[in-house]
């Protein structure tokens, strides 16, 4: 029988494999890369702009080789990677509009690694514009990361605390999107918990839904996917699946929901970013360890 000793030396090797991160900031672009111990790769960027909507852009493929996000692409020029930004917040369209007619970001964000673990955080405030230039609602984004080296996730709690009253008007789309760099030659595929694909999963409810396709430099696929947590407001979650394969969780979409002055709303979500084949058992077990999280 091998002593515990053996067994503890055994396990070092990979052990080592999960380096600690590190924040990289460049406050002229207010952005923030996220790398690998000492390593020049970035694993993600967070861009905060001045007076701009906040957003994640590039999504790097786990082992650094393929950007699996998008920046304005001519089809949407208004997306960003991966951001929040709802229709109807009184009228007001903070999807589509992403400069500082909109927006106004917080000047102290918070990012923070662990010098012994491969976890990061990013928590930042951003506040909402009503039509004169008064705050509407506040927004604060407080997400963790994870690096599994074969896959990494990114845990995000969503707040929003009106400043008014607030009503969030019924829209298809809106919230937490996800554009990847989607090609009409190439293609994709989105498919969700209950395995409905494409435009099949387009306003359905769903747990999670998962986005993979061809990606540059890569022999094998970019995969995205968003597990939307069971407990989140106006459940089950329904989804919004666009013709290239841009996806979000669209929590308007069932109908008009409030928030009184002074009131918070919370949303939860988890991405999970990888490469290969679709890997259902993977985004089954992180689903339910997700919701059995508090």
């Not at 951003?126 to 080296?149: C, M, V």
């Not at 989105?190 to 999963?201: F, M, R, W």
């Amino acid at each position: 029988m091998r002593s515990l000793l053996t067994i503890f030396v055994g396990l070092l090797p990979s052990l080592a494999m999960a380096a600690p991160l590190r924040w990289e900031a460049n406050e002229k672009s207010r952005s923030w890369t996220l790398h690998r111990g000492e390593g020049d790769s970035p694993l993600l960027v967070v861009v905060l702009p001045k007076d701009g909507r906040p957003y994640f852009h590039p999504l790097l493929a786990p082992d650094g080789n393929g950007i699996l996000t998008e920046y304005s692409p001519a089809h949407h020029k208004h997306q960003t990677g991966l951001y929040v930004g709802f229709l109807q917040v009184n009228g007001r369209d903070f999807f589509h509009n992403r400069g500082k007619d909109h927006f106004r970001s917080d000047d102290s964000p918070g990012f923070i690694t662990e010098d012994d673990q491969p976890i990061a955080t990013a928590l930042f405030k951003s506040t909402w514009l009503d039509a004169d230039g008064s705050p509407l609602l506040i927004e604060t984004q407080d997400w963790t990361i994870r690096d599994k080296k074969t896959h990494y996730l990114l845990d995000l709690t969503w707040t929003g605390r009106a400043e008014k009253d607030i009503t969030f008007g019924k829209y298809d789309y809106g919230g937490l999107f996800l554009r990847m760099p989607w090609r009409p030659k190439t293609g994709g595929t989105a498919v969700n918990s209950a395995g409905e694909e494409n435009a099949k999963a387009e306003g359905r409810p769903a747990a999670w839904v998962d986005v993979g396709m061809p990606i540059v430099g890569r022999k094998d696929a970019g995969h995205i996917a968003i597990l939307a947590h069971k407990d989140n407001p106006g459940g089950p979650t329904l989804w919004r699946v666009d013709g290239q394969l841009g996806v979000g969780p669209a929590t308007s979409r069932a109908g008009a929901w409030k928030i009184e002055r002074g009131k918070t709303v919370q949303l939860r979500y988890r991405l999970v970013v990888y490469t290969g084949p679709l890997n259902k058992p993977l985004l089954e077990s992180l689903y339910r360890d997700f919701v059995a999280s508090r």
